[in-house]
């Protein structure tokens, strides 16, 4: 790969889908705006960062959770920084939570509005989960919109027991043989729009993942021979549920639910405060409307709505407050005790027909992928997202990664990170080491008597967060082989850089989270705002190019500019264009105490970039 120097891009207009406003949503380079009355002036929205609140004057700050002011983002290419040669436009823009993008064979295009994320938004004031199309002629329409309701969500054990429809988030989503495969929460489900009756034309052909904790399973893809590639993630942070997993699995009334090995595995019998104690979560989960369980301290007071819901309440007497690996929040942890491998486990790549027939996994013993494909020599490659500083168990330092996933192998997770052990010394740079939760016997039998799993082929920046990949194309002047990747950015109010303190961070916060990062950081752990960015990926050297950033490195909002947010996505278009889903304003901030997730509605955007005007020094061989 040749290096090349960043600059700005240049605004283009025109583009193979011309502008169009419909339901609110903007499709094509975004046009002139008249200023809404009352609303604060174009010239101060860049001054604050490029958003514009309806009803206060100033969003990026700290709001508590959940709480939903409508915003308006104004998306601007001019301040992305692309190489020479590279055009990006905005395509898509006001768009709530956008998780992919899809091509049909005739130009169509569907946008995938994932709904409620559990990151902040309020799912009472965010729009269910959605598939939108937009044809080539600038019509649109909402093409699926039916969600599973919350009620049923909470009443049944499985997914494979409540009715059809999206359970939200949606993650990915691709075009094959004429029909829309959908990834949402515990399902694969396709939508087949030549199908003319309502009853038939959305059928889920995967039920029933384990995928109730803080992610979810990951997008459909299709390999060489024409078989369903996906990706189940892990319910907890590092082998146990954590408290981010805990309170996803409160909310939707899971309180069975946790890892599954993909093999036995003997445990060492190690334990954990429940991480609702650790969070200090008490407060409300409702069950049904008008129904409630009040939770306290990590134990549970109050009614119980459903005749089922006695699973709820934690065993009486010692260890009801514990839990340990491969089990429920309440499941506690015995040393050498088995538990038991299922062909659906956590943590694995799995295949299957075009229907859903002849599932089987791949590999497993990773934590999450949110992108994967297949390169051109036929391997499939995927992002993998490192363990962070979530309780318990937690670490600081893991690398985010990129894999060649191999058909058979055990990837190490829950006792090594990035396929390091979790006592490697640059674990112990802040807290001790990560002790094993399986016992040595155990890593030997999964490793085939190595001492480490296969490494990775790149590491990539601590919390740089891997989300959407996709192999390069020689007409867009990138190798084949290579891999564009983008990153989400980091979550956690330590890592966003000093010389940029947003206003959603007091003063004091802000010196306390200086009080405590560590003296002595591991070689290559940068503090200022990893992520944020599409990086192109040259798999032969292990070298990282920026493709697509901003000028002040982090997301646009926090350098008071109107750019790159938070990229989750690409993909090509059949224009031979890259198109990066860009899923809106996510801040992180410190709210009594803790680190809270602000998630906002209308913010999201899709970029297109293309090539034209002086190549320059180009990327690729």
């Known amino acids: 790969m040749r290096s090349f120097r960043g600059a700005r891009a240049r605004a283009g207009r025109g583009g193979w889908l011309g502008a169009a406003v419909i339901a609110g949503i903007v499709v094509g380079p975004a046009p002139a705006q008249e200023p809404t009355p009352g609303a604060t002036p174009a010239a101060e929205v860049k001054e604050r960062g490029g958003v514009v609140p309806i009803e206060r004057e100033d969003m990026i700050r700290l709001v508590p959770p959940g709480d939903q002011t409508p915003a308006i983002r104004r998306p601007d290419p001019m301040e992305i920084l692309a190489p020479p040669g590279y055009i990006v436009e905005t395509f898509a823009t006001r768009l709530d939570f956008p998780a992919d993008i899809a091509f049909s064979d005739r130009g ?171 969070a200090n979560h008490a407060g409300t989960y409702f069950a049904a409307p008008d129904e409630r369980i009040m939770v306290e301290a990590g134990r549970y007071t109050g009614k119980v709505p459903y005749e089922h819901l006695h699973k709820l309440v934690p065993p009486e007497g010692e260890g009801r407050d514990r839990t340990g690996a491969f089990a429920p929040i309440w499941g506690g942890s015995e040393a050498g005790r088995v538990v038991k491998g299922e062909r659906v486990c956590n943590g694995a790549f799995f295949r299957c027909d075009p229907d859903g027939k002849n599932l089987e996994r791949i590999a ?44 058979g192998e055990w990837y190490g997770w829950p006792d090594f990170f990035g396929g390091l052990p979790g006592d490697d010394p640059r674990f112990g740079y802040k807290g001790d080491p990560v002790e094993p939760l399986l016992t040595a016997e155990t890593h030997r039998r999964l490793l085939g008597g190595r001492s480490r799993p296969r490494q990775p082929l790149m590491r990539l920046p601590v919390q740089s967060t891997p989300r959407g990949m996709a192999f390069g194309r020689a007409d867009f002047g990138i190798d084949p082989g290579d891999v564009l990747v983008a990153e989400m950015g980091t979550t956690l109010p330590a890592f966003k850089g000093p010389y940029l303190v947003d206003s959603a961070f007091r003063f004091e916060e802000w010196q306390q989270i200086l009080e405590e990062r560590p003296a002595q950081v591991p070689p290559g752990v940068e503090w200022d705002w990893p992520g944020f960015k599409v990086q192109i990926l040259d798999l032969d050297t292990g070298r990282a190019f920026d493709f697509l950033t901003n000028a002040t490195r982090g997301p646009a909002t926090a350098g008071r500019g109107t750019g790159l947010e938070r990229p989750v996505q690409l993909e090509w278009g059949p224009d031979g264009a890259l198109y990066v889903v860009d899923i809106g304003v996510i801040q992180p901030a410190m709210f009594q105490g803790r680190t809270v997730l602000n998630a906002h509605s209308q913010t999201g955007v899709i970029w297109r970039v293309h090539r034209g005007g002086h190549e320059g020094d180009l990327p690729g061989r």
């Open 364 to 407: 497993w013993g990773f934590r999450d992928s949110g992108g994967y494909g297949f390169a051109p020599d036929g391997r499939l490659i995927c992002t993998h997202e490192g363990i962070d500083t979530t309780a318990p168990r937690s670490a600081w330092f893991d690398t985010d990664s990129v894999y060649e996933v191999v058909a």
């Open 108 to 278: 169509e295009v569907f946008i995938a509005e994932s709904g409620p994320l559990g990151l902040g938004d309020s799912p009472v004031r965010t729009p269910p989960a959605q598939i939108i199309q937009v044809r080539p002629d600038n019509t649109k329409r909402v093409i699926y919109d039916t969600n599973v309701s919350t009620a049923d969500v909470r009443r049944a054990d499985s997914s494979a027991q409540m009715p059809e429809g999206l359970i939200p988030p949606i993650t990915g989503m691709t075009w094959h043989n004429g029909k829309l495969y959908i990834s949402h929460r515990s399902r694969i489900s396709v939508l087949d729009l030549s199908d003319e009756d309502p009853r038939t034309r959305f059928r889920t052909i995967v039920n029933g993942l384990p995928v109730w904790g803080r992610a979810v399973n990951g997008k459909p893809i299709f390999d060489p021979k024409g078989k369903l590639v996906f990706f189940v993630p892990t319910q907890g942070n590092a082998g146990v549920i954590d408290e981010v997993g805990a309170s996803v699995i409160l909310s939707t009334n899971k309180l069975r639910a946790r890892d599954i090995p993909g093999e036995d595995v003997e445990l060492t019998g190690r334990t954990f405060r429940v991480p609702l104690e650790t």
